[in-house]
């Protein structure tokens, strides 16, 4: 059985979730070790059915969209300002895995994009950002 990720290598983590106790649905994910490590992380504080970035991948990723798309971070209230900072972040995440050779579905993908946009890690960078650079908020 081929890696649900990378679609190339055997997978060797095999996670079983259910979406809720009471319920008996459960969904299997086959995954080889390299994608694993990089986005299923054992997280406690996540629902068991989202695939998520680890956190040494996704600081390392924080650190790379800080340095090219500062307008990731921007907290202000236009629209069209929070639409640009959104697809800053789709397109570099996309970008990312794909240089990466990290090639997965767009379900997968779509989870992978939540984690990074809208945990708590994001926000606790964005905000030590702003501490350091207070004008991107006003941009």
Do not use: W
């Amino acid at each position: 059985m081929l890696c649900e990720a990378c679609k190339k290598e055997p997978a060797a983590v095999h996670l079983t979730t259910a979406s809720r106790p009471d319920v008996a649905s459960e969904r299997t994910f086959h995954f080889c070790e390299a994608c694993a490590k990089a986005i299923v992380p054992l997280m406690p504080e996540l629902p068991p059915q989202l695939l998520c970035l680890s956190d040494l991948y996704r600081s390392k990723l924080y650190d790379a969209l800080q340095s090219n798309h500062p307008e990731a971070f921007y907290t202000g209230d236009d629209p069209k300002l929070r639409r640009k900072a959104m697809n800053a972040m789709e397109i570099f995440l996309r970008e990312q895995l794909r240089k990466e050779k990290i090639d997965i579905g767009d379900f997968a993908f779509q989870m992978l994009l939540h984690d990074f946009s809208f945990s708590r890690h994001f926000y606790e960078r964005r905000d030590l950002y702003h501490r350091m650079h207070p004008r991107i908020a006003e941009l």
